[in-house]
């Protein structure tokens, strides 16, 4: 090995582990308050407090807290090949939260994308049972642009009559699938909206009318 490789190497191995919450309590708290706000009201922004964490890319301060307040030992964790490229996320995750991280999409509690416009299909993620539908898994799609305009109308529990909602990159078919997932309910995923300093959420409750401009 010569000393240029053995410095990266000596580099890499002593990389520190990014922080977690400064209030472990406080902030996970704090975080799903937020959360629970975004999941009862579909479609609503919600900022979310990021307690200072500087995550390891490409893992943004917003959806490392999602992850701190939600992941734990008994939910298993699935990334995308973005996410799943980065041994320092993986790190991140696994000391942080203790959540497993699996390799098939089907068997994640929760899963992350980092690249939600090739995101291949919500059908590959579990969708719970009718006798138990809390089983499903949450998608959380991150590095998103949220606004409360656009042809895509929200209405159902939360919503008093409807609510416009965009939000982006996802794909062509995006809307297309979501419309589907939700027609399942109560089986079907949830989803996070993860934007640089806010969140929505879209449960598989609500009802999703695309209008043409």
Same mark, same amino acid.
């Given at each position: 090995m010569t000393a240029l490789n053995q410095t990266s190497g000596q580099n890499q191995t002593s990389a520190p582990l990014a922080a977690?919450?400064?209030?472990?309590?406080?902030?996970?708290?704090? @975080?799903?308050? !937020?959360?629970? #706000?975004?999941? =009862?009201? *579909?479609? +609503?922004?919600? /900022?979310?407090?990021? @307690?200072?964490?500087? *995550? $390891? =890319? $490409?893992? !943004? $301060?917003?959806?490392? =807290?999602?992850?701190? !307040?939600?992941?734990?030992?008994? !939910?298993?964790?699935w990334l995308d090949v973005p996410f799943a490229r980065s041994e320092a996320v993986k790190t991140f995750l696994r000391f942080h939260t203790g959540a497993p991280i699996v390799s098939e999409p089907v068997e994640a509690g929760f899963a992350l994308i980092a690249d939600p416009a090739h995101l291949s299909s919500l059908g590959k993620f579990h969708q719970g049972t009718l006798e138990y539908p809390d089983r499903s898994a949450t998608v959380i799609l991150t590095g998103q642009t949220l606004s409360n305009e656009g042809p895509v109308h929200l209405s159902? *529990?939360?919503? %008093?009559? %409807?609510? /416009?909602? +965009?939000?982006? $990159?996802? +794909?062509?078919?995006?809307?297309?699938?979501?419309? /589907? #997932? #939700? =027609?399942?309910? *109560?089986? @079907?995923?949830?989803?996070?909206?993860a934007g640089s300093a806010e969140i929505a959420a879209l449960p598989r409750s609500t009802m999703i009318t695309v209008r043409e401009a």
């Open positions: 977690g919450f400064a209030d472990p309590v406080q902030d996970a708290q704090r @975080g799903f308050r !937020t959360i629970m #706000n975004a999941m =009862a009201r *579909p479609g +609503s922004l919600q /900022a979310l407090a990021t @307690g200072g964490l500087k *995550p $390891p =890319a $490409p893992l !943004t $301060p917003v959806v490392a =807290a999602i992850a701190l !307040t939600l992941f734990d030992y008994d !939910t298993p964790v159902g *529990p939360g919503i %008093e009559t %409807e609510t /416009a909602f +965009s939000t982006g $990159p996802v +794909s062509l078919a995006f809307w297309d699938q979501v419309k /589907a #997932n #939700n =027609a399942q309910f *109560p089986r @079907g995923v949830d989803l996070i909206f």
